[in-house]
């Protein structure tokens, strides 16, 4: 069975300009989930999609991030205009099991991660 | 937002049991508590979950007090292979996932 899998797995871009990361989970997950750690700092939640709709974005930093998942299959991170303070690791996860009554209780399968460097 | 803390870094010798805490202290009742390992380069892989008590895979237990303000990961006799980084990860009431700050786990020959 095929991981989860992130592109590019390395960027390097200018200040102020765009960048899309694209992860495709899973096979047959419906869940998706991005994180981000940037520099010295613990591996932060963005937010979390169930098929197509997103269920939680509240740790989108700004409107600088836009999240898609169209279909339900792959989803795009996209961040526009890249700030200095961007740059960090940007890590996908997917999972099978819908949230039921315990909330947190699926296994997340993430990716190897996409390091995003702004200069 | 929930505030998780952990141990920065431990060491231990091949063969011994290692156990890492981590408190969570704004769990919502109802939600689980899973932890992670994460090697150099590589997206963080689940090890194990619980909701309560004591929960055993193949290749840990976790350990709940019944106040679900902290687990203890623990690792039976670990080998060169387990040095990594170990996460506990929890869902506060906000539906929000987060992430403790990592354990460093080195194990010396």
């Known amino acids: ?119 | 937002l929930a505030k998780t803390t952990q141990p920065i870094s431990m060491d231990s010798y091949e063969g011994q049991e290692v156990n890492i805490t981590c408190s969570h202290n704004n769990i919502a009742t109802n939600d689980y508590i899973t932890w992670y390992q994460q090697f150099p380069s590589q997206g963080p892989r689940f090890i194990i979950q619980g909701y309560k008590t004591k929960v055993t895979n193949e290749v840990a237990s976790l350990f709940i007090p019944a106040d679900r303000k902290s687990s203890t990961l623990s690792l039976p006799r670990v080998s060169l292979s387990d040095t990594a980084v170990y996460y506990c990860l929890v869902v506060d009431y906000g539906q929000n996932f987060v992430f403790g700050p990592g354990t460093r786990l080195s194990v010396l020959p």
């Open chain 1, 1 to 119: 069975e095929a991981g989860v899998t992130q592109f590019p797995s390395h960027s390097v871009i200018e200040k102020g300009q765009t960048v899309t990361l694209r992860c495709d989970p899973i096979s047959g997950h419906d869940n998706l989930y991005w994180y981000r750690r940037v520099m010295g700092k613990e591996i932060k939640f963005l937010l979390h999609f169930v098929k197509e709709s997103k269920q939680d974005e509240s740790g989108m930093p700004n409107n600088r991030f836009l999240a898609e998942r169209t279909g339900g299959t792959y989803s795009t991170l996209k961040v526009q205009p890249a700030e200095l303070e961007d740059s960090g690791v940007y890590f996908c996860a997917s999972s099978q099991a819908a949230a039921g009554d315990h909330f947190g209780g699926d296994e997340q399968y993430f990716g190897p991660g996409t390091r995003l460097t702004v200069t």
